[in-house]
């Protein structure tokens, strides 16, 4: 029983982390942008994609794969808002709308292209750590290695540098932020740019353990959705909170009960925070 | 001027195309396949059949029916494996576009939503659904052209419980009609067998992670996971992720061909050693040439299921000759039903299904077993309904 219980706590920190990586991407760009991005997952499908056009395609290494995709993705964000998002500026309703339909024209786009079949991915590694009766795939602990050290990656650049701190302004108050010499018309683009930054490469971690198709956008979304209700929109530590959460009720639930009360649970927990908390675990309420 | 002119030669091309379609007449086929997500091989697979079906019709300057010549033409429309599309695209094939015949569904809950209009108009439908119900006396007009769990299953598993020596089995099926019904089939088929089905999992169809219940699969210690009732793309989620968290047992999968998508997925090396139904002996001379024609045209892996879907509307074209029409249906139905020993692209198949559905409308064909090596299907026992050796 002890084994079991390690082992869970183990499978859930893997999940939370994945689950992180896709929340904060999405909460920063509420959070920059107030825009509700649908199409997030999509950005999850297509770094997912990049890695697989990277590594099978290419031949490159999946390191050099993978900044790649991080600096494609960056562009491709700092575009989209340019494009797509920067008329919805001031009306929340309407730029989910346009992230709905953007989400429907990269995933058919996707289809178009690589067809609905799902695309052969090597594994990035094989065997396991073992210890004792523990067991951690080493292709999990791989993803949980560089998705722990992107992350810390984005906090020091969140905290520590001018940049970041714009950003942080930028969520807290817009007008305020403008007005101390924060400049908009860079922040917006690169802000999306990072957020869909995150999404792809945790797509691209994502694809030698689930598998790369046009479809595989939906669940990651739906989980960051998840994640973010329960942190609190807007909130990176209540995301981080929520996402470590999730994914070790996740585990344990589906180990010790069933997969299906793992999903009931996750949306009782998700309609008691909205009933208790509305603001989320660490929201700050409506701004 | 230039647009005066332009205008009489594109209507005088419409005239002249008018005129020569006028010369064929159109033998209309549906296909209500599943072209997106989990399910979309097996339905490119069946689409794909019957385009090639129709291909080879018109290239013999049409389908000759009681001396008139139709040219066949597919209308496909997408179900995404759900029932309430598919009854959608039903009301669309049977109302609007005029169809009398339909190569689909792929799934069981389609298939099922689907019959009280295609069976109520006389469309004669062709389906993939594994489900018991789909074939009855009552629905005199569908047919099956591929082999079922329900056949295969348990010659299969008797081979491989006894070669393998297995005692314990676990398994995971998607938690729906479909995966209820195949986990029922299969504990009996194992129990049949002399093993034990002894974790069941019941998951949501979107699920991509299988850790935590392959961890509570494992903790029990079984000596084999059973695929059966998944989607190729699931079922190479779980073996991949089976063999990450080092199972060494054996990996069986019963119903449904999916071993290239379960490569394509799993990886060849996770794959290695499994044990796979083939409905297709690439050693067959017929099968292998349609395998390549179907690469060739599409540049894609072909779905093992696509085959009898080939033969299926090859059958159902020479139904239609024989019963020197393709408006009575009843009649297509009837000549479609006397149709022995057709000699396919899969070997010699029959209709059978008589004892097990009450009616003979259930494809009878030889399949085989196979162990997967290099990411290829390697035959390892030939099967009949009676046992496999």
Known sequence: MSFLIAQSLINGVILGTLYLLMAIG??????????????????????????????????????????????????????????????????????????????????????????PDP??????????????????????????????????????????????????ALVQDQEIAS?????????????????????????????????????????????????????????????????????????????????????????????AVLLFRPSGILGRGEA | MKLTKLLGAVSGIAILAGAAMAEDQVLKIGALVTQSGAGASWGNGMLRAAEMAAEDANEAGGLDVGGTKYKVEVIA????????????????????DKVKYIIGTVGSAPILAIQPITEENGVITMTLGFTAEALSPDKPYTFRPNPTTGEVAQPQIDWVVKSQNIKTVGALFPNDETGEAIAKDIASAYANAGAELTVKEFFERDRVDFVPLLTRILAKGVDAIELDGNSPTTAGQIVQQARDIGFEGVIIRTGGPATQEIVNVAGAAAAEGMFVHSAFNPELETASAYQQRYTDTYGDTMNGFSPFFYDGTKMLLLAMQEAGTVDDTEAVRTALENITNYE??????????????????????????????????????????????
């Open chain 1, 179 to 271: 007005l101390y010499g924060v400049r908009l018309e860079i922040m917006y683009p690169l802000g999306l740019g990072i957020g869909i930054a995150l999404a792809a490469v945790a797509g691209a971690l994502m694809a030698p353990l689930f598998g790369v198709s046009p479809f595989i956008g939906s669940t990651p979304l739906l989980k960051a959705f998840i994640v973010v209700i329960l942190g609190g929109l807007g909130s990176i530590p209540g995301a981080a909170l929520a996402a470590m959460l999730l994914g070790i009720l996740e585990s344990f639930t589906s180990s010790f009960v069933s997969a299906s009360a793992a999903d009931i649970l996750t949306f009782v927990l998700v309609i």
């Open chain 2, 77 to 96: 429309y997408d179900d995404g494996y759900k029932a309430n599309e598919a009854v959608t695209a039903a009301n669309r094939l049977v109302f609007e």
């Open chain 2, 344 to 389: 396919g692209v899969v070997g010699t198949v029959n209709w059978t299904g008589e004892e097990k559905y009450g009616i003979a409308h259930q494809l009878d064909s030889p399949f085989y077993i196979a162990r997967v090596e290099g990411g290829a299907e390697v035959i390892v026992a030939k099967c009949t309904t009676k046992g496999c050796e």
């Open chain 1, 26 to 115: 999405f909460t920063l760009a509420f959070g920059v942008m107030r825009i509700v991005n649908f199409a997030h997952g999509e950005f999850y499908m297509i770094g997912a994609f990049m890695a697989l056009i990277g590594v099978t395609w290419l031949g490159l290494p999946y390191g050099v794969t993978l900044a790649l995709t991080v600096a494609f993705a960056i562009l491709l964000g700092a575009l989209i808002e340019r494009v797509v998002f920067r008329p919805f500026r001031a009306d929340e309703l309407s730029g989910m709308i346009a992230s709905l339909g953007l989400a429907m024209i990269l995933q058919h786009g996707a289809l178009i292209m690589f067809g």
């Open chain 1, 119 to 168: 695309q052969a991915f090597p594994s990035m590694a094989s065997g396991v750590y073992r210890l004792g009766d523990l067991i951690v795939p080493k292709s999990r602990a791989l993803t949980l290695g560089i998705g722990v050290v992107i992350l810390l990656g984005f906090y020091v650049m969140l905290m520590h540098t001018r940049f970041g701190r714009g950003l942080r």
